[in-house]
């Protein structure tokens, strides 16, 4: 199982960014994924989860209706579309198979004015 992320990067407060998770080594249709985030001085945190059709998805109160969470199975890509950023949103942003235990390597998100 191999995730790898993208899409991260630095951005004002009130921005957007979408980050990217590439899924290999496992019939990603099939299953469900997660985004969690790790932000300075804090346990890393679960953000979003999708089910493995797209049909379900839920969030963390804190990002709730900020973030939208979506996947493209023809493509084994799962989505993190972050929208009216918060300086509290920095952080190092995972893709999560739960099914495997498996994590990607993680991409920096950074708001600063």
């Known amino acids: 199982v191999q995730l790898v992320e993208s899409g991260g990067g630095m951005v004002q407060p009130g921005g957007s960014l979408t980050l990217s998770c590439v899924a290999s080594g496992f019939t990603f249709s099939m299953f469900s994924m997660s985004w969690y985030r790790q932000t300075p001085g804090k346990e890393r945190e679960w953000v979003a989860g999708i089910s493995h059709s797209g049909g379900d998805v839920s969030y963390a109160d804190s990002v709730k209706g900020r973030f939208t969470i979506s996947r493209d199975n023809g493509i084994n890509t799962v989505y993190l579309q972050m929208t009216s950023l918060r300086v509290e949103d920095t952080g190092v942003y995972y893709c999560?198979?739960?099914?495997?235990?498996?994590w990607g390597q993680g991409t920096q998100v950074t708001v600063s004015s």
């Open positions: 999560f198979a739960q099914s495997f235990g498996s």
